[in-house]
């Protein structure tokens, strides 16, 4: 742990305003964008990025840094919360499920030929594709291609393990694939 992050700390165990903010300012933005991506709607992602911060400040008590990195314990606090916000609401997702075995037929080769060279077209079909995904895949998805985060960091968030995100992330590429294919038709 650095020393900002040691100060920081010390700072929201006292519940100093200063700390308050200086942690909005260092994870605020991370914290937003990771939640939008879940929640999707701006005005109940503002919501669920108020929630967690409150979530935050009340448990700092709680982190315990030989467990996992500041950064990473405030993302699976987000994750938690954008998750749960989601069912609790009862938002309508619209989900785009498998049938059979057919996403598990692609292979590694014809998923990366959909996706093909990042171009502005291909941007938009995977943006478009990505919310016909469930929540926790999509959110597997952006953590590791948005954030650049490792398999062990997503675990780590989710609560996981890398094998099974390694896993899900496999699973899930081939069904964004199927989805994208299926906007191009």
Known sequence: MTETETNLIAGL?????????????????????????????????????????????????????????????????????SISFLRHKGMPVVYFEDQGDKAEALSDTEVDETFGHANQETVQLIRTALKYLPPDERAIIT???????????IADITESIPSTIASKLSRTRKKLCRIIKMLQS
């Open 13 to 81: 165990l006292k519940k100093s305003p200063k700390a308050q903010q200086q942690m909005l300012d260092l994870y605020g933005r991370d914290v937003f964008a990771q939640v939008v991506r879940i929640v999707s709607v701006i005005e109940n992602a503002e919501e669920v990025y108020q929630d967690v911060f409150i979530k935050v400040f009340n448990n700092i008590n709680r982190y315990n840094a030989e467990r996992s990195s500041l950064k990473t314990w405030i993302s699976r606090i987000a994750y938690n919360e």
């Open 143 to 153: 953590m590791f291609y948005y954030d650049e985060l490792s398999l062990k960091e």
